[in-house]
């Protein structure tokens, strides 16, 4: 334990990300343990099938019963379980031929599961659960994914499937770093997930010059949460509370526990910008300037940037501003363009849906959906391309802070001041946790 990271369980609950999925696939079931309903396994699972010794249970469950039915043979034979975890390049069937189950059954085994479960993500770590009765009859099978998910098909008359997830445990995690060479490197160094310098690059372009303003004397802090499992990290860590400090000037930002992906960033205690990412955790699949274009094949100017997400991702106004228009454009296929201020113009494109409450002229917050991931107009396939225009002209969302300076008047409030005094102190209790649990270890 290097002591710079930390582990302090906290009860808040509640912490799913917004599903990004689309909805009614098995995916999507899969992704939202909270939302899924915990069915009781069916009684068919009988007592004596997991107590060791029937005939003692039977004496417990039945003190006065008669002598004779203390010699009486178990009134439900034990099924056979057959269990293993899934080695690579294997797929069910094959394990369900060496489980001994027949054709037919394992038909309906993977017929089943499928269901519920793409048989094709199953990989080494998964594992099998088999159960037959002494004649042979299947009774059930269950399978062990990722995050702590089970499914399981029983088999009676008609199967019953049923996705058993989870609910995972909500961790709130501290971390400080000094930063020398990178913050990538910084983070990595102090056993802090490196991908939020992602999230802090993306944040703080055009804010600050990664290059030139850090000598290698700063120290970064942060604060985030991971769901875990029996102890088991599920899923990605999401980033709350990141202080960086350059010695002489202080930049703090808060990333709110609603879903949006809006974060507010402060310099010296001062609001500085309120930025909400156009989509939730999608790779940037293309960035600002020339570029050979994908579908005609020349050279041409970018005039934005693109995320490759799936089609219906919700995207979300990446900063406080009025509806400027709804529709269709050419190239862009079904955009919607917000302006901020006077001369400040967004842009989001190829979208495949637009919200039916969204109308022009309306006004949005940083975060707010306004529309899916699509690939309307000239597109290679789903993806947001956002712009920023500044009196018409396109400019680099990623390193030009003019759309931030034109929504910056809009976000110095009481709420945003108190989100970050409850930021900071979070992260100094958590600190001051972790160096409290790490005492026995240096007694
Ligand atoms: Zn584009």
């Known amino acids: 334990m290097t002591g710079s990271v930390l582990a302090m369980a906290s009860d808040l609950t509640g912490a799913t990300r917004e599903d990004s999925l689309p909805e009614g696939s098995a995916e999507a079931a899969l992704a939202t343990p909270a939302r899924v309903a915990l069915p009781e ?22 003190p006065a019963a008669p002598a004779a ?52 993500r199953l990989r080494p770590g998964h594992a099998v659960t088999v159960e037959t009765m002494p004649d042979g009859t299947l009774r059930s099978v269950s399978l062990d994914v990722e995050d702590g998910v089970r499914i399981e098909a029983f088999f009676g008359d008609r199967p019953l499937v049923h996705v058993v997830a989870p609910d995972p445990e909500t961790v709130i995690l501290a ?22 310098a992602v999230d802090l690059a993306q944040m703080l372009a055009g804010t600050i010059d990664f290059r030139r303003d850090l000598d290698g004397d700063e120290t970064l802090r942060l604060l985030w949460k991971e769901a875990r499992v ?14 960086l400090d350059l010695g002489d000037a202080l930049y703090e930002i808060v ?3 609603d879903g949006t992906g809006r974060a507010t960033i402060y310099l010296d205690g001062e609001v500085v910008r309120v930025f909400a990412q156009p989509v939730d955790g999608a790779r940037l699949s293309s960035v600002f300037g020339r570029r050979k274009h994908p579908v005609y094949g020349n050279v041409r100017m970018h005039t934005g940037v693109d995320f490759a997400a ?3 991702t919700p995207v979300r106004a990446t900063a406080a501003g009025r509806v400027s228009f709804i ?32 109308a022009e002229g309306q006004r949005v917050a940083a975060g707010d959906m306004i529309g899916r991931v699509g690939a309307t107009g000239t597109a290679t396939g789903p993806n947001l391309h956002y712009e920023v225009r500044v009196d018409g002209r396109p400019t680099d969302p990623l390193s030009d802070d003019r759309l931030a300076d034109a929504v910056a008047r809009d976000a110095q409030d009481g709420s945003a001041v108190n989100r970050l005094t409850e930021s900071r102190a979070r992260l100094e209790e958590t600190l001051a946790s972790d160096f409290a649990s790490d005492l026995p270890e240096r007694l």
């Open 41 to 62: 396994k069916p009684n068919a699972v009988a007592p004596q099938a997991v107590a060791g010794a029937p005939s003692a249970a039977i004496d417990r469950e039945t």
């Open 69 to 120: 039915s203390r010699v009486s043979p178990p009134v439900a034979p034990l099924p056979v379980t057959w269990a293993r975890k899934v080695a690579a390049g294997e797929t069910l069937d094959a394990l369900l031929v060496e489980a001994g189950l027949a054709a037919a059954d394992r038909a309906e085994a993977s017929l089943a599961l499928g269901a519920e479960y793409d048989l094709r």
């Open 175 to 196: 971390g400080e770093a000094r930063v020398a060479s990178s913050i990538f490197a910084a983070l990595d160094d102090a056993e802090i997930p490196a991908r939020f």
């Open 230 to 243: 029996d102890g088991e990290t599920i899923g990605e860590p999401e980033i709350a509370f990141a202080a």
């Open 255 to 257: 990333w709110p526990d």
């Open 310 to 312: 799936a089609r219906g």
């Open 327 to 358: 529709g269709r454009r050419g190239g862009y296929g079904r955009v919607v363009e917000i302006a901020h201020g006077t001369d400040t113009m967004t842009r989001y494109a190829h979208l495949s849906a637009v919200p039916d409450g969204l």
